[in-house]
């Protein structure tokens, strides 16, 4: 009997494996995967350094990734990179930028690889009980205890523990073998492919890049980020749409409208990919002696510093539950107040989730056109910048109103929807 058993080693299963270890309890850690530091899925490898997103401020330092509110940190040694801008692209080249005016970085990338491979070493310090290449696919929670049905190398067995932590990652399984996604609202179902890339001509290599426009026949922007300090290579994320291979996007892309400079010589390296299901997040992640964690309980993703802070929070929940306390309800409310999807207007179109489709190309490049002068607040947040971008735009009301009134009309109607009305 353990403790507590944890589903998944992504940041947020090892911190909340190696966190509750270190708290004296008995822990397993369950990933299917042989090596964590291999990363074979697209996902996030930046962090995000604005002031209190997802509830706290990071910095990075030598040797860690510290949690300014938390109070707390992460064992990190390997190679970073700050990423000093942001702009917005229209199909015509129209630039919103996004920057801080004393330079400071909007992002700060780094190798998850070593990232995951140092936490695995630290759980097994810790006295971790490790169970690489196994997969949990079931399990049941009778009041008492949970049991979790395992499968390793074709062979199939069970473990039981008090408290069960599931970090397994968006498309989470045992959220849905447990019944976990009950009520929550799928959105859509997708497919992202990151490439690596090299022989990239860019003239800004520092800054990333999000591509808009239905030229791209990609109903998502396509992002171009810089890849540590090598200027010749780049990472690029494709979203497909319902109808082309993510590889036909690309190739398309290549030669169209403001990134075909970019990539004129460019080369893929490296391909890796996940299958994504969107769904509403999980306002109440707890059921019984289970909590959902991480991506296992977001709107897609929490990215790599929430993933951290969930490990660590889940750890000291579950800690407090077996000793009496009201561990989950406390890690729920800090849930629920640190991430911005789980707010009632997230998922606004009107704060520029749906630029695309729902702005034709020749409306982009008009509408950033208003403010290509300007500098906007510096901010790498996928929630905060687009209401930057719609109050910049905005604030030209008047000129849109004389010149495109139609548009105007369109924009103030968007302004009332949601992603559900996008489907």
């Given amino acids: 009997m353990f403790d507590v058993a944890i589903i998944g080693a992504g940041p ?8 509750a270890a270190q708290r004296g309890l008995k822990v397993a850690l369950v990933e299917k995967r042989h090596d964590v530091s291999q990363i074979t899925r697209a996902c996030c490898q930046q962090l995000v350094m ?33 990423v000093g801008k942001k702009y917005y692209i229209s199909p015509g080249g129209r630039r919103i930028c996004f920057a801080h005016t004393d330079g400071r970085p909007l992002a700060v990338q ?19 009980e490790l169970m690489p290449e196994t997969t949990a696919w079931d399990g049941s929670d009778d009041g008492e205890k949970v049991t979790v ?26 959220a849905e073998a447990l019944g976990m996604n009950q009520g929550r609202t799928h959105f859509v179902t997708t497919q992202c492919v990151i490439y690596l890339l090299e022989g990239v ?9 999000s591509f808009m426009g239905n030229v791209y026949q ?10 540590f300090n090598d200027p010749t290579r780049a990472r690029m994320c494709i979203a497909r749409n319902k109808t082309q291979l993510t590889a036909d996007v690309y190739a398309y892309a290549r030669d169209k409208a403001a990134l075909a400079p970019y990539l004129k010589n460019a080369r893929i390296v490296k391909a890796t990919g996940c299958g994504v299901r969107a769904y509403s997040s999980m306002q109440q992640p707890c059921r ?7 991506d296992a309980a977001a709107f897609v993703e929490v990215e790599t510093q929430g993933a951290l802070m969930c490990g660590f ?68 947040s996928q929630y905060h910048s687009p209401k930057y971008m719609w109050d910049a735009i905005l604030a030209h009301r008047e000129q849109i109103s004389s010149e495109r009134s139609g548009l105007l009309l369109k924009i103030e109607s968007s302004m009332q929807r949601t992603l559900n009305d996008t489907l």
Avoid at 12 to 19: E, H, I, M, Q, V
Avoid at 317 to 336: C, I, K, M, S
Wanted: proline share 4%; aromatic share 12%; net charge negative.
């Fill in 12 to 19: 947020a299963g090892l911190l909340a494996a190696k966190t």
């Fill in 50 to 82: 604005d002031e209190g997103y997802a509830g706290d401020t990071v910095s990075v330092e030598d040797g860690g990734i510290f949690f300014q509110r938390g109070g707390f940190g992460v064992p990190y040694a390997g190679p970073t990179f700050n």
């Fill in 110 to 128: 780094f190798d998850k690889g070593r990232l995951l491979q140092g936490l695995w070493h630290s759980c097994a310090r810790a006295g971790v």
């Fill in 149 to 174: 049905q395992l499968t390793h190398r074709g062979r199939r067995s069970a473990i039981d523990a008090r408290k069960v932590l599931l970090a397994d990652g968006v498309n989470s399984r045992m």
């Fill in 201 to 209: 001509e860019d003239t800004e290599p520092q800054a990333m890049k």
């Fill in 218 to 227: 990609s109903r998502a922007p396509i992002i171009l980020y810089p890849y």
């Fill in 288 to 294: 019984g002696n289970v909590l959902a964690i991480g």
């Fill in 313 to 380: 929070y889940a750890a000291t929940a579950v800690f407090r539950e077996l000793n009496g306390q009201p561990g989950f309800v406390q890690y729920t409310q800090w849930w629920q107040r640190s991430f911005e999807f789980n707010g009632k207007d997230a998922l606004r179109v009107a704060q520029g989730y749906a630029l695309v489709p729902a702005y034709s190309d020749d409306e982009l490049d008009y509408l950033f056109g208003l403010v290509e002068a300007e500098i906007l607040p510096g901010s790498y």
